[in-house]
């Protein structure tokens, strides 16, 4: 679970302290620091002045290249050309800099990852196969152990012991690697949405049962989680209604109300993402004759919305994947 440090409070912190810590600017972006401080070694994407001695002060100006950098990869932009590229459209303020380093061409090897291995700790064995699979891009290799990962276990297992430590092992790696790895994570992610989304087509949802609409808030990529929500609805029986990544906020007040969903799940990756008005509003719409309205329960997931769920009232907030599925499959069977 995130902590919940406040928009204000850091708002606050960047005034009375000339700017947030490596670790809060983590928190709003929804990255690890490690993953921040890799950015600043390797591609220059640190503050633009520091007090030697003294831990790195990030300001305002500093996150918005860090946010512009998150954007661009979000996207499928290598981080090089990402850092690159948030460095140029910021390059006026910072005159005297050097362009980032570039990271040295590695030796490439057919079928061989270069020795290296992903940082996965203690996993199940199928976990590290379909790991050792993804970094040889072996593509049948990965479909065959999902699908049968997906087969063999519920989905919730196989989501948060098998499928989420391959894909955070391969994050992990791509950023501590620059350039590297980046399309090891392109093939497990689509391997990953392509497995999921047959589980979802084998759904046989309820008749006329209403459906949970699921969409990633405006300017959000990361589309995975809400597939997995999807399948596991499916499985349930339960309706589905899929908009996938960036759904613009007029789309989607659109769809909300076109639907009539029992629920609207929006998932947000990192605070540059969670749009709170979007949210009051998704809390505030109801449709339907007067004195009969109907509402959809609001669902606010994934790490981005930390800082603002508290605030929305309405507004409900799962911490897992089984934890939405639960909740889902109460409200659309109620």
Same mark, same amino acid.
């Given at each position: 679970?995130?902590?919940?440090t406040?928009?204000?409070?850091?708002?606050?912190?960047?005034?009375?302290?000339?700017?947030?810590?490596?670790?809060?600017?983590?928190?709003?972006?929804?990255?690890?620091?490690?993953?921040?401080?890799s950015?600043?070694?390797?591609?220059?994407?640190?503050?633009?002045?520091?007090?030697?001695?003294?831990?790195?002060?990030?300001?305002?100006?500093?996150?918005?290249?860090?946010?512009?950098?998150?954007?661009?990869?979000?996207t499928?932009?290598?981080?090089?050309?990402? /850092? +690159?590229? =948030?460095?140029?459209? @910021?390059? %006026?303020?910072?005159?005297?800099?050097? $362009?980032? !380093?570039?990271?040295?061409?590695?030796?490439?090897?057919?079928?061989?990852?270069?020795?290296?291995?992903?940082?996965?700790?203690?996993?199940?064995?199928?976990?590290?196969?379909? /790991? +050792?699979? =993804?970094?040889?891009? @072996?593509? %049948?290799?990965?479909?065959?152990?999902? $699908?049968? !990962?997906?087969?063999?276990?519920?989905?919730?297992?196989?989501?948060?012991?098998?499928?989420?430590?391959?894909?955070?092992a391969?994050?992990?790696?791509?950023?501590?690697?620059?350039? +590297?790895?980046?399309?090891?994570?392109?093939?497990?992610?689509w391997?990953?949405?392509? $497995?999921?989304?047959?589980?979802?087509?084998?759904?046989?949802?309820?008749?006329?049962?209403?459906?949970?609409?699921?969409?990633?808030?405006?300017?959000?990529?990361?589309?995975?989680?809400?597939?997995?929500?999807?399948?596991?609805?499916?499985?349930?029986?339960?309706?589905?209604?899929?908009?996938?990544?960036?759904?613009?906020?007029?789309?989607?007040?659109?769809?909300?109300?076109?639907?009539?969903?029992?629920?609207?799940?929006?998932?947000?990756?990192?605070?540059?993402?969670?749009?709170?008005?979007?949210?009051?509003?998704?809390?505030?719409?109801?449709?339907?004759v007067?004195?009969?309205?109907?509402?959809?329960?609001?669902v606010?997931?994934?790490?981005?919305?930390a800082?603002?769920?508290?605030?929305?009232?309405?507004?409900?907030?799962?911490h897992?994947?089984?934890?939405?599925?639960?909740?889902?499959?109460?409200?659309?069977?109620?």
């Open positions: 679970m995130t902590t919940d406040g928009e204000g409070r850091e708002t606050a912190d960047i005034t009375a302290h000339g700017g947030l810590s490596t670790g809060a600017v983590a928190r709003q972006l929804g990255v690890a620091p490690t993953t921040v401080r950015w600043d070694r390797r591609y220059g994407l640190g503050p633009a002045s520091r007090e030697g001695g003294r831990h790195r002060r990030w300001s305002a100006r500093d996150i918005a290249v860090l946010e512009r950098m998150c954007s661009l990869t979000a499928g932009v290598p981080p090089g050309e990402a /850092a +690159r590229q =948030a460095l140029a459209e @910021d390059r %006026p303020r910072r005159p005297h800099e050097a $362009a980032p !380093a570039q990271s040295p061409a590695p030796e490439i090897r057919p079928g061989a990852p270069g020795g290296h291995g992903l940082p996965l700790g203690k996993v199940r064995a199928e976990c590290r196969g379909l /790991a +050792r699979a =993804a970094v040889r891009l @072996d593509s %049948p290799e990965v479909e065959r152990l999902l $699908a049968a !990962a997906l087969a063999d276990l519920d989905l919730v297992e196989a989501w948060d012991e098998i499928i989420i430590p391959a894909l955070r391969v994050g992990r790696k791509w950023a501590s690697s620059g350039e +590297r790895y980046v399309e090891v994570e392109h093939l497990l992610s391997q990953v949405s392509s $497995a999921l989304r047959r589980v979802t087509a084998q759904g046989r949802p309820r008749p006329g049962g209403r459906p949970v609409l699921l969409a990633c808030a405006p300017g959000e990529q990361h589309t995975l989680p809400l597939e997995a929500v999807a399948a596991g609805l499916s499985q349930r029986s339960v309706p589905v209604r899929m908009f996938g990544a960036a759904v613009p906020a007029g789309a989607l007040f659109e769809a909300v109300r076109r639907v009539g969903p029992v629920a609207v799940v929006v998932w947000s990756q990192s605070g540059s993402t969670a749009q709170r008005d979007v949210a009051a509003v998704l809390c505030a719409s109801e449709w339907g007067s004195g009969a309205r109907t509402a959809p329960a609001v606010l997931a994934g790490p981005g919305w800082t603002h769920a508290r605030h929305l009232g309405g507004s409900l907030r799962p897992s994947l089984k934890d939405a599925l639960d909740l889902l499959t109460g409200l659309g069977t109620s």
